[in-house]
């Protein structure tokens, strides 16, 4: 799991982990739920690493403890769809089975009427 860090389109930094990639393995992307850490997708890397490449970040949060002041529509569903668009686009696949975990569910089924090009299978757990 390697972690690594961009700046949104409107200057948040959003954290997000890659597996090593592994040429030909389908791409999963996991959406997890707003709060949780990238370190709590350990466990789920070390499972689906030996099929598929992985990518999972940190949403941009409500319940991120910041200094700077929040900006107005900062938490809109778009900028939600741009830091995924972003940290996907970082990845060398055009593809992306979509797990969308808990809240992250919401803003797979918004990603998949976003960007249904990208979106090979959906799965939503506990949405």
């Given at each position: 799991?390697?972690?690594?860090?961009?700046?949104?389109?409107?200057?948040?930094?959003?954290?997000?982990?890659?597996?090593?990639?592994?040429?030909?393995?389908?791409?999963?992307?996991?959406?997890?739920?707003?709060?949780?850490?990238?370190e709590?997708?350990?466990?789920?890397?070390?499972?689906?690493?030996?099929?598929?490449?992985?990518v999972?970040?940190?949403?941009?949060?409500?319940?991120?403890?910041?200094?700077?002041?929040?900006?107005?529509?900062?938490?809109?569903?778009?900028?939600?769809?741009?830091?995924?668009?972003?940290?996907?686009?970082?990845?060398?696949?055009?593809?992306?089975?979509?797990?969308?975990?808990?809240?992250?569910?919401?803003?797979?089924?918004?990603?998949?009427?976003?960007?249904?090009?990208?979106?090979?299978?959906?799965?939503?757990?506990?949405?």
């Amino acid at each position: 799991m390697n972690e690594k860090s961009l700046m949104s389109h409107d200057g948040i930094e959003l954290r997000y982990a890659v597996s090593d990639i592994k040429e030909g393995k389908p791409w999963i992307a996991l959406i997890f739920p707003f709060g949780l850490k990238i370190e709590l997708a350990r466990n789920f890397f070390e499972f689906f690493n030996p099929h598929y490449n992985i990518v999972v970040w940190e949403t941009r949060s409500i319940l991120e403890g910041t200094n700077r002041s929040v900006q107005e529509n900062e938490f809109a569903i778009e900028n939600h769809l741009f830091d995924m668009h972003s940290v996907l686009s970082t990845c060398p696949s055009k593809k992306f089975i979509v797990v969308g975990y808990c809240s992250g569910a919401g803003l797979a089924l918004a990603a998949a009427n976003r960007y249904p090009n990208i979106i090979e299978l959906l799965v939503l757990v506990h949405g």
